[in-house]
């Protein structure tokens, strides 16, 4: 009976607990601005995609080199044939061993002349038989015209784009798991600073009914504050709308399912201190330098362009000679009349060979010509990404300025605004003004404090947007 008891027991702790394991909530993944761009580099699928580019580059490469080295081959050959060469014996040839004539005057009859047969030999082609050979041959390419080596040299510039090309796809991503993730920030700070604001507001509604309760203050009064009260119930509701926004925002440059329950971490500040000090930020014409020599886009035409140049040489290889070098041994049995059709024979072969195009119907002009317009067109291209480089630093470090400069404006504000609401707050309590005046400066402040938060988010995305501008934005963690 004990026994029956306890196994009821254990049933029931299972399916208990399984109810519980099944019910339980997930955790939240923590994550902070490094966590966020280490799971975007690695979620994302144009990352993969440039990943696997590199290697693609890396395999023709292999490929190419393999025309810079000998060559070894090794092959076998097995062939039925029914024309092969033999020797057969035909119907025997009789030759007289004596003369038909005794003299001049007095021929000897037949009978008398003896006759020789020899037999009759003749060429055949229609045996049938097996025909073996292996060989075993090596060659190797002395002079091309530049085609193997200029071809080598653009499968080498070809990987060193495909990576400047990961290059630039990571930097893309950094800036918009950057940009996500200030705007996540500055969304979890507009949602404090508006449920501040109506928790004060509610503070001050309550002061007011008390009040009002006593008779200090009229209906009128009261109604006010409850009108505010509830004007700031909407804007609640926007700005915790907004907060989910932002962190479906996040997840896709994350590339994270839209259910996953996430904790972002962190906080929009700026020291306006060490943001100040000369040579925080370098001048501006040291900036437009300094993206001309990190900017991955620039780097890849610029390679683009070296390699177009080899394309060029390798189109003008169709007008030089090629010589190459050869040598192979081989086994061969079957070929030769029997007997000796069972015997394998074996022999070397070495030697050089070369050739030269006469005239290949203006193929190699065609493919030259096409070759110095694809130059022309780098080079155009190239022309045109700097002078939009050095528009796009422009526009970036002006915007920085900019924002910089809203920042202290309304990191002022804030306090003017701060300094504003507790004396209208003490000057209420003394009876000095009336509520209207407290609320316009609560209102004045959350005005202020929102200003701020979004200048600092602006700040922040403009200093981000300048440094992928310039090319040094960080991808591996900041």
Request: hydrophobic fraction near 40%; aromatic fraction near 8%; include cysteine.
């Amino acid at each position: 009976m004990k026994s029956r008891w306890l196994i009821l027991g254990m049933v029931v702790l299972f399916f208990c607990g399984g109810g519980r394991a099944q019910n339980a909530v997930p955790v939240p993944m923590s994550l902070n601005l490094d966590d966020c761009i280490k799971v975007g580099l690695e979620n994302n699928l144009q990352i993969k995609m440039s990943e696997a580019g590199v290697k693609y580059a890396e395999g023709k490469l292999t490929s190419a080199r393999s025309y810079l080295i000998p060559k070894v081959t090794a092959s076998g050959l097995y062939t039925r044939m029914n024309t092969l060469p033999e020797f057969k014996v035909g119907a025997p040839t009789m030759y007289p061993t004596s003369f038909p004539m005794a003299n001049a005057s007095t021929p000897l009859p037949p009978d008398h002349i003896h006759l020789f047969g020899f037999p009759g030999f003749e060429m055949a082609n229609d045996r049938e038989g097996d025909v073996y050979q292996a060989k075993i041959e090596g060659t190797y390419p002395i002079y091309t015209g530049g085609r193997t080596t200029e071809g080598y040299h653009a499968s080498k510039l070809e990987l060193e784009v495909s990576k400047s090309d990961l290059t630039q796809s990571k930097q893309d991503l950094v800036f918009q798991i950057k940009q996500a993730y200030y705007q996540v920030l500055l969304a979890q700070e507009m949602v404090k600073v508006v449920d501040d604001s109506y928790d004060l507001m509610a503070k001050h509604s309550q002061q007011v009914k008390d009040l009002y309760k006593e008779g200090y203050v009229s209906n009128l009064d009261l109604l006010q504050v409850e009108a505010k009260l509830s004007a700031i119930k909407p804007q609640q509701i926007q700005v915790h709308n907004g907060l989910e926004l932002a962190r479906l925002g996040l997840k896709n440059a994350l590339n994270l399912p839209p259910e996953t329950e996430m904790e972002v971490k962190g906080e929009l500040s700026f020291d306006s201190a060490s943001e100040a000090q000369p040579g925080r930020v370098p001048e501006l014409d040291q900036m437009v330098s300094q993206a001309m020599s990190n900017r991955p886009d620039l780097k890849s035409v610029s390679l683009r362009k070296e390699q177009t140049r080899s394309l060029v040489k390798i189109a003008r290889a169709g007008y030089l000679p090629t010589v190459a070098l050869f040598a192979n041994y081989q086994w061969n049995r079957g070929q030769e009349m029997p007997p000796n059709d069972t015997i394998w024979r074996e022999g070397y072969q070495a030697g050089a060979t070369a050739s030269i195009s006469i005239f290949d119907g203006f193929q190699t002009y065609g493919e030259m010509k096409a070759a110095k317009g694809q130059l022309e067109q780098v080079s155009y291209g190239e022309q045109a990404l700097k002078t939009g480089v050095e528009i796009q630093v422009t526009a970036a470090y002006l915007n920085l300025e900019s924002a910089r400069e809203s920042v202290d404006a309304e990191q002022k504000n804030v306090e003017a605004a701060e300094k504003n609401f507790q004396a209208a707050e003490n000057r209420y309590r003394e009876g000095m003004v009336n509520h209207l005046d407290v609320l316009d400066a609560e209102v004045g402040l959350t005005q202020a404090r929102s200003s701020y938060l979004r200048a600092v988010s602006n700040y922040l995305i403009a200093k981000a947007n300048l440094d992928k501008a310039v090319g040094i934005m960080e991808v591996e963690g900041q």
